[in-house]
C-alpha cells in the first residue's frame, strides 16, 4: 500500500457512490480507522444532516464541514469518507489532498437515479435540483480533486473495495 503510507484515505464522489460503506470495508481491510465528515458533523450538531439543512441551512453545514475537514487533515493514516458536496470548497480539496491519497467513487446516472430514488435522508434531493443537474454540475470538481476515479456502476461495495486496494498498490 506504498500510495498510502502514512498518509490518508480519502473518498470523494457524489451521493449514493458507496463512500461509508465502503470506507468502512476498507479501513478494515487496511487496518486503519474510518472517520465520516457527515457522521462527525451530526455528532457535533446532535442532529441529522437534513434537520441542520431545515434548522440552521446549508451555509451552516457546510461550515462545520469546513471545520471538520480541517481537523481531519491535520490526522494521519485514517480513511476519510466525505460528504458528496465537500469538492465545492477549494480549501477544502486542497486539505484533502494534502492529507492524503484521493478516491473518486463515481457511478453513472442510471446506477444513481436506482440507489436514490426512495432516499429521505439528502435534503438537496428533496427537492427543486435534479440529481442529473446536480451530478453534471460537479464532475469537474471531483476529477480535480481525485489521483483515481473508481466506477462503482454495477459493483458490490466489496468489489469497489478490491479495485480500491489494487490501485493503492
Ligand atoms: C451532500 C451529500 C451528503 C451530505 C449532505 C450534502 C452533497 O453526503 O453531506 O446531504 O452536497 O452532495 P453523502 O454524499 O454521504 O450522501
Not at 434537520?51 to 446549508?58: A, H, L, Q, T, Y
Not at 451555509?59 to 469518507?81: H, P
Amino acid at each position: 500500500m506504498k500510495r498510502i503510507a502514512g498518509k490518508n484515505l480519502v473518498l470523494i464522489g457524489f451521493m449514493g457512490t458507496g463512500k461509508t460503506e465502503v470506507g468502512r470495508l476498507l479501513a478494515d481491510a487496511l487496518n486503519r480507522k474510518m472517520v465520516d465528515t457527515d457522521r462527525l458533523i451530526t455528532q457535533r450538531e446532535g442532529m441529522p444532516v437534513r434537520e441542520i439543512f431545515s434548522s440552521r441551512g446549508e451555509a451552516f453545514f457546510r461550515s462545520v464541514e469546513k471545520q471538520v475537514v480541517a481537523e481531519l487533515a491535520g490526522l494521519r493514516s485514517l480513511v476519510i469518507s466525505t460528504g458528496g458536496g465537500v469538492v465545492l470548497d477549494r480549501e477544502n480539496v486542497v486539505r484533502l489532498r494534502e492529507s492524503g491519497f484521493v478516491v473518486w467513487l463515481d457511478a453513472d446516472l442510471d446506477a444513481l437515479r436506482r440507489r436514490l430514488q426512495d432516499d429521505v435522508t439528502r435534503p438537496l434531493l428533496q427537492g427543486g435540483v435534479e440529481l442529473d443537474t446536480l451530478y453534471r454540475a460537479r464532475l469537474a470538481d471531483y476529477q480535480a480533486a481525485a489521483d483515481v476515479r473508481v466506477d462503482t456502476s454495477d459493483k458490490s461495495p466489496l468489489a469497489v473495495v478490491e479495485e480500491v486496494l489494487q490501485l493503492l498498490q
